[in-house]
């Protein structure tokens, strides 16, 4: 942008502010913070007359009020070489300097986190076979995955500052989009801020058998309360166990098949088990999930040997499906996780209870439950998209909700 441009730029954000345009604010402080105001030749007097504008435009909320003590600052710095310095305006921008200050400082002290001196905070241990993919890989993996998909643009992220004055109907106008689902502070830490369960390679849960992944494929009957596991060979289907030949079309309604790719994370690591040797690589993780696969009902439940050890006395574990996996044609079964479940085996609670870090802990496994949405005959996730989430919640005898009509009685 050169000096002429630069003018007449100015020129038309101030008629733009004049008219309580809704696109001033975003544009103007883009302005601001994208181009030398010095360098476009613009004097004090424009500069200051520009930012002053910006101020009173900015919404009346606490957390924009570290945007509008900038501009503040900035504009004492110009006041003294304009022509609209005199004592009175030279002592409001003061007081208004040091009111916003004082303001800044009580949301900031109302927002930061507190912790009690004697307050430890949640313990989870986690064993899984794919520790690093898991704990690691993964979680980094859904930041960058949510990030991605609802970052806010320049444009938004400056529109957030702004209530802006009448609205018009603009859709179309980028400057003013600041209804960004990434832009409320909830609907991502449920997102970016959550454990995630995913895996490294895609999956294809469909009703019919074709085009299915390279790395395998399951075939089960499901309906509701009832599921079997399925094997097919000599273009018939026979128990996946024991090789019974049974009476089912291929086209029959209750029929899923499942598919795996191979693995696609590049930095996926995993030790090969002595029987699958002879498999690549990138095919063992998945053969060894699809062995595990199960079915529950219409659900899919894929185990992914995730064991967590939680205090069930302070915490209780949610577990559902991730916040977007019905954009793929899935549903997501949910759980709570209260205690070690009540259906193992007495090894499994006599492993519990011996080593010292165990004493006072439950444990239990998440698995990842997965149906076909309503009206939906294929579904496909790619790699390293989250499919289950994990909530750590506080036990219901930790908690009430109270009237506050009530506390001061």
Same mark, same amino acid.
């Given at each position: 942008m050169n000096n002429e441009e630069g003018r007449a730029y100015l020129n038309y954000l101030l @008629?733009?502010?004049?008219?309580?345009?809704? !696109?001033?604010?975003?544009?103007?402080?883009?302005?601001?913070?994208e181009q030398?105001?010095?360098?476009?030749?613009?004097?004090?007097?424009? +500069?200051?007359?520009?930012?002053?504008?910006?101020?009173? !435009?900015?919404a009346p909320e606490p957390k924009r009020y570290g945007i509008k003590l900038e501009l503040l600052q900035r504009a004492q710095t110009l006041l003294s070489s304009t022509r609209y310095s005199n004592p009175q305006l030279v002592r409001q921008l003061d007081h208004d300097i040091?009111?916003?200050? &004082?303001?800044?400082?009580?949301?900031?002290? !109302?927002m930061k986190p507190s912790r009690r001196a004697d307050q430890e905070?949640?313990?989870?241990?986690?064993?899984t076979d794919v520790p690093d993919y898991f704990l690691n890989i993964a979680q980094k993996r859904a930041s960058e995955y949510y990030q991605k998909k609802f970052g806010l643009t320049k444009e938004s992220k400056a529109a957030q500052s702004f209530s802006g004055g009448p609205r018009k109907f603009e859709p179309e106008n980028a400057t003013v989009h600041?209804?960004?689902? *990434? &832009?409320?502070?909830?609907?991502?830490?449920?997102?970016? #801020?959550?454990?995630?369960?995913?895996?490294p390679f895609d999956l294809k849960i469909s009703k019919k058998p074709d085009e299915p992944l390279d790395g395998g494929m399951r075939a089960f009957y499901t309906k509701f309360g009832y599921s079997y596991p399925l094997a097919y060979e000599m273009d018939r289907f026979c128990g996946y166990n024991d090789g019974e030949v049974l009476d089912?079309?291929?086209?029959?309604?209750?029929?899923?098949?499942?598919?795996?790719?191979?693995?696609?994370?590049?930095?996926?690591?995993f030790e090969t088990p002595p029987d699958k040797k002879s498999i690549p690589f990138e095919y063992v993780y998945p053969a060894i999930v699809l062995e595990r696969? *199960?079915?529950? *009902? @219409?659900?899919? +439940?894929?185990?992914? #040997?995730?064991?967590?050890?939680?205090? !069930?006395?302070?915490?209780?574990?949610?577990? @559902?499906?991730?916040?977007?996996?019905?954009?793929? =044609?899935?549903?997501?079964?949910? =759980?709570?996780?209260?205690?070690?479940?009540?259906?193992?085996?007495?090894?499994?609670y006599a492993e519990s209870i011996k080593e010292s870090w165990q004493?006072?802990?439950?444990?239990?496994?998440?698995?990842?439950?997965?149906?076909l949405s309503p009206e939906i005959n294929t579904a496909i996730v790619p790699y390293n998209t989250p499919l289950f989430t994990v909530y750590p919640v506080l036990i219901r005898q930790n908690f009430k909700f109270e009237d506050i009509r009530k506390i001061n009685l």
């Amino acid at each position: 942008m050169n000096n002429e441009e630069g003018r007449a730029y100015l020129n038309y954000l101030l @008629t733009l502010s004049i008219r309580r345009e809704e !696109a001033f604010g975003p544009m103007a402080l883009t302005f601001l913070k994208e181009q030398d105001l010095d360098a476009l030749q613009l004097i004090p007097d424009e +500069q200051f007359s520009l930012i002053m504008a910006v101020v009173m !435009a900015i919404a009346p909320e606490p957390k924009r009020y570290g945007i509008k003590l900038e501009l503040l600052q900035r504009a004492q710095t110009l006041l003294s070489s304009t022509r609209y310095s005199n004592p009175q305006l030279v002592r409001q921008l003061d007081h208004d300097i040091k009111k916003t200050e &004082a303001e800044l400082q009580i949301y900031n002290a !109302a927002m930061k986190p507190s912790r009690r001196a004697d307050q430890e905070g949640n313990r989870f241990v986690v064993q899984t076979d794919v520790p690093d993919y898991f704990l690691n890989i993964a979680q980094k993996r859904a930041s960058e995955y949510y990030q991605k998909k609802f970052g806010l643009t320049k444009e938004s992220k400056a529109a957030q500052s702004f209530s802006g004055g009448p609205r018009k109907f603009e859709p179309e106008n980028a400057t003013v989009h600041r209804e960004m689902p *990434g &832009a409320c502070a909830p609907f991502m830490n449920s997102r970016i #801020n959550a454990f995630h369960l995913m895996m490294p390679f895609d999956l294809k849960i469909s009703k019919k058998p074709d085009e299915p992944l390279d790395g395998g494929m399951r075939a089960f009957y499901t309906k509701f309360g009832y599921s079997y596991p399925l094997a097919y060979e000599m273009d018939r289907f026979c128990g996946y166990n024991d090789g019974e030949v049974l009476d089912i079309e291929m086209g029959d309604p209750h029929l899923l098949f499942v598919s795996f790719s191979r693995v696609k994370e590049r930095e996926f690591q995993f030790e090969t088990p002595p029987d699958k040797k002879s498999i690549p690589f990138e095919y063992v993780y998945p053969a060894i999930v699809l062995e595990r696969l *199960g079915t529950l *009902g @219409t659900y899919v +439940q894929m185990v992914s #040997n995730f064991k967590i050890w939680f205090d !069930a006395s302070k915490t209780n574990i949610l577990i @559902t499906g991730a916040p977007d996996l019905y954009e793929y =044609g899935l549903q997501g079964g949910a =759980g709570l996780m209260t205690r070690t479940h009540a259906s193992d085996k007495v090894e499994a609670y006599a492993e519990s209870i011996k080593e010292s870090w165990q004493e006072g802990l439950s444990y239990n496994f998440v698995n990842i439950h997965l149906m076909l949405s309503p009206e939906i005959n294929t579904a496909i996730v790619p790699y390293n998209t989250p499919l289950f989430t994990v909530y750590p919640v506080l036990i219901r005898q930790n908690f009430k909700f109270e009237d506050i009509r009530k506390i001061n009685l």
